[in-house]
């Protein structure tokens, strides 16, 4: 048989690009190497009945409503406004950092003052990031700069990223914003939700186009030399296409720890940072997410480490300028075969939401 299309990982990119295809009548052949498709972006019904995410917590936000229209005729959706704490102190307060987490934190004078200098050195609602904070000459703002810096982001993204303080660039970290108002939504945009029945359905949904085979299980490399077919849609790793000839591209990875608790409510909010303390970066209780009622509720903690082929999943490319030195040599190379998309996280060696991925997969498949 003769494949119009080969589509190399079945994640969201995947996914995208075998639909589009599909719907103009293109005979396409989904190949992915986990039992599963949805890639990271993948929910299931644990053992005790609670709908989780195997990968970390999913929350679709985008400011694009071709995006939300294009997936919502697959899904419909709760809508659901993320929120986040981070534990700090020994308190839990909301994130990002506004003028509540700073009564939260602050005796209720000294926060009424900084909050004062705060709206009328940006204006309410402003988004500040800590780094303009800390150059402000005011001496309050820029003690608050660097309690957020230190208190907030710094542990953080030492855990995170396995690095030594001193191995980290201020001038990424302190990009985050303190916002200077008291809307807690962790994303601003404008269409934010879970697909109602979960990220699977929908992407079974996606893929129910009789034009498309699914082979799960199965690494292409094993069996494309058997397949006949005009194009390749690739969302793997770029470096294991080319058989790593440049070096092998790191990423930091997880290590997911799942617990199922006998009580309806483990936290208030779905996300809990704890930045200093602990050696898991976050606690997620999915029924918030999902909005499922269960006697039960189940948490993830999140423990960072550094990737291992076939021992964990990549997660976050390490953007150092060695890697992307690397990346840009991979990035040339596939640019000079025309019957092959590189597409997605892993391919284009990049952080992508996933509303950035379906917007890219939408586009680049939009050819005959
Ligand atoms: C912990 C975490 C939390 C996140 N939270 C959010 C969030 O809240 N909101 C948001 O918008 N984004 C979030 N993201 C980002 C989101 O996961 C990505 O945008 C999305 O997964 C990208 O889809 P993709 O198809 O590019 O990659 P993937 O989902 O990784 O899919 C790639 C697929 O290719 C398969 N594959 C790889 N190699 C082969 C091979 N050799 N043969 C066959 N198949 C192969 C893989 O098994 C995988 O299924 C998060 C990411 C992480 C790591």
Request: with cysteine.
């Amino acid at each position: 048989m003769k494949w119009d299309v080969v589509v190399v990982g079945a994640g969201f990119a995947g996914i995208v690009a075998a639909e589009r295809f599909s719907s103009r009548g293109k005979k396409v052949l989904l190949v992915e190497e986990r039992p599963h498709v949805g890639g990271n972006s993948y929910d299931y019904y644990d053992s005790q009945g609670i709908l989780v995410h195997l990968y970390g917590p999913h929350i679709f936000h985008t400011k694009d409503k071709g995006v939300w229209d294009y997936l919502s005729r697959f899904t419909s959706w709760r809508l659901y406004s993320h929120r986040v704490q981070a534990y700090i102190e020994g308190k839990k307060v909301p994130l990002p950092f506004n003028l509540n987490t700073l009564e939260a934190l602050f005796p209720s004078s000294f926060a009424a003052t900084l909050g004062n200098k705060l709206v009328s050195e940006f204006g309410y609602g402003a988004r500040v990031p800590v780094l303009e904070m800390l150059e402000n000459k005011d001496k309050d703002i820029r003690f608050l700069a660097n309690y957020v810096y230190e208190n907030v982001f710094l542990n953080y993204s030492i855990k995170q990223w396995g690095l030594k303080p001193e191995e980290l660039d201020p001038a990424v970290t302190a990009r985050v914003p303190v916002l200077v108002g008291r809307d807690d939504r962790y994303f601003q945009d404008p269409y934010q939700g879970i697909p109602a029945s979960g990220y699977t359905r929908m992407f079974e949904n996606m893929l129910k186009n009789p034009n498309i085979s699914i082979m799960l299980n199965t690494d292409y490399k094993n069996m494309i030399t058997t397949l006949d077919f005009e194009r390749m849609v690739y969302t793997g790793p770029i470096d294991y296409f080319f058989d790593y000839k440049f070096g092998v591209l790191p990423y930091r990875s997880m290590r997911f720890d799942f617990e199922t608790l006998g009580t309806d409510r483990f936290q208030d909010v779905a996300v809990v940072n704890y930045p200093n303390d602990y050696e898991f970066t976050r606690i997620t209780e999915f029924k918030h997410l999902t909005g499922q009622k269960h006697e039960g509720t189940t948490i993830l903690k999140e423990f960072p480490e550094d990737y291992e082929m076939h021992k964990n999943v990549p997660c976050y490319p390490v953007h150092t300028s060695k890697n992307l030195k690397t990346y840009a040599k991979y990035k040339k190379e596939a640019e000079s075969l025309d019957n092959v998309i590189f597409l997605g996280r892993l391919a284009e060696y990049r952080y992508y939401n996933m509303d950035e991925v379906v917007e890219k997969a939408m586009f680049s498949c939009e050819i005959d």
